[in-house]
């Protein structure tokens, strides 16, 4: 369109000269090849997204097995126990039929002897299996109190270093075995924009310290705006786009620190699709405009406990 418009100018006597023409020519071309490398850059950044959405599903996923794998352990130590007590009784008995025949004969003295046997080696080896699992259960007990305690002990050290923002739209809270840094629009952006003002950037730094100073915490910083169409131009066509940027903003301001491993945090767009409050009110709308950094322990320790 616009350089038909251009050819149209050059027709017309002396308005435009060839150089003038190739120049904005020149510029336009620019424009157009800017534009496409910006549609494959959020593309990829959408594909990045859909990932780290797919890598949250099956973390939540995998604590729901060990919580699974943990009752399982418990009802099936509950059972051995309870065999250990049969077993117990049955040997009580065997004694006292002993006991009771030891004038007989000795054939049958040595068959009660014989079913005493038995009876006490697997006696002897369902208590050997019910310590191994009273073990292993207290293993994984032991695991999932430590991973409670480094939640709790996160969450405190985040509302600390945060104290001063407590009133500008930054809200702590704790969920499914992991901390969310919940920050409003106000405090990081313009609306519609991307680009992350003064005072997001100095709370964005108390968090990055949070973060270096625990490497063992895995980091998922998401995107999220309300459902209000957006109709933009140029980088932001909509609210995929702006919840992508927005994510990827904030994750490039905390890799300012140089002591966070780029490999630890996920950058995520959600559009509109997980709203804290679903409404359709000004005052809805607000709180769903945020973005949140989710912030994981490690749980190799109890994914190898699980394994064996």
Not at 129 to 153: F, G, M
Not at 249 to 269: E, H, S
Request: glycine share 4%; charged share 30%; aromatic share 2%.
């Amino acid at each position: 369109m616009l350089l038909g418009t251009l050819l149209m100018i050059f027709m017309l006597p002396s308005c435009v000269s060839t150089s003038e023409f190739n120049r904005v020519k020149g510029k336009l071309d620019e424009c157009e090849d800017s534009q496409l490398l910006l549609k494959q850059k959020l593309q990829d950044m959408e594909a990045k997204a859909n990932e780290a959405g797919a890598k949250a599903e099956q973390m939540e996923a995998e604590m729901k097995k060990m919580k699974a794998e943990k009752s399982s352990m418990e009802d099936e130590r509950d059972n051995l126990a309870r065999e250990v007590k049969r077993l117990k009784a049955t040997n009580a008995d065997l004694e006292k039929q002993i006991s009771a025949v030891k004038s007989g004969s000795s054939e049958e003295i040595s068959r009660l002897l014989t079913n005493l046997e038995s009876a006490q080696a697997d006696l002897d080896a369902r208590e050997k299996k019910l310590a191994e699992k009273n073990q292993r259960l207290q293993q994984l007990e032991n695991l999932l109190a430590r991973k409670d305690k480094a939640v709790k002990d996160l969450k405190q050290k985040m509302l600390n270093a945060l104290t001063g923002y407590k009133n500008l739209g930054i809200n702590v809270t704790e969920k499914n075995g992991q901390v969310y840094v919940s920050m409003a629009e106000k405090l990081l952006f313009q609306s519609g924009k991307y680009a992350v003002g003064q005072q997001g950037r100095q709370a964005l730094k108390k968090i990055a310290q949070v973060l270096a100073a625990n490497p063992d915490i895995n980091v998922l910083v998401e995107g999220h705006t309300d459902d209000v169409p957006l109709r933009g131009t140029g980088a932001i066509k909509d609210n995929w786009d702006l919840s992508v940027m927005r994510a990827t903003a904030v994750t490039k301001i905390l890799l300012q620190d140089a002591n966070i491993n780029p490999k630890r945090i996920t950058a995520a767009g959600r559009s509109k699709y997980l709203p804290v409050d679903p409404r359709k009110t000004p005052e809805a709308r607000q709180k769903n405009r945020r973005t949140e950094i989710i912030l994981t322990p490690d749980l190799t320790e109890l994914y190898k406990l699980l394994s064996n």
